[in-house]
């Protein structure tokens, strides 16, 4: 197994409540580019990323790279709640609207849950403060 580096050049790896669960996530890039969310596969972790994250930074992206409940350094609640699909989609959608909005987090991200997409991206636009490019945001 890979060992994962403590940094990853340009990004800070921070976590965050979400819902009582704690939701561990990386960092980085330029708040006022595009915004790029890196959600990691079953198995995988937000440090799946690492090779990809500085470059998407260097492009001059926002990159916002979390670990889905149960991996990585995110909680790991006993059980099966919370594990769905949708529910792990609505957990990110609060981890956005608790924390970016609120500037805590200074990236988003291109998945959107389906049940909030206007939401999430209005959220992280107000954030970043481009509430302009909602309007061309073509897919809500």
Known sequence: MQKEPSEIPG?????????????????????EGPPV???HGFL?????????MPLL?????????PDMRGFGDSAKPLGTDGYDG???AEEFRRLVAENVAGGVIDSSGHFLPEEAPEEVVRSLLDALGQEQKLKSTAHI
């Open 11 to 31: 990004f800070r790896h921070t976590l965050a409540e979400v819902a009582d669960t704690r939701i561990s996530y990386w960092i980085g890039g330029r708040t």
């Open 37 to 39: 969310l890196l959600w």
């Open 44 to 52: 995988g972790n937000s440090f799946s990323w690492h090779k990809v």
């Open 57 to 65: 930074a260097g492009a001059g992206c926002s990159v916002l790279a």
């Open 86 to 88: 949708k529910a792990l």
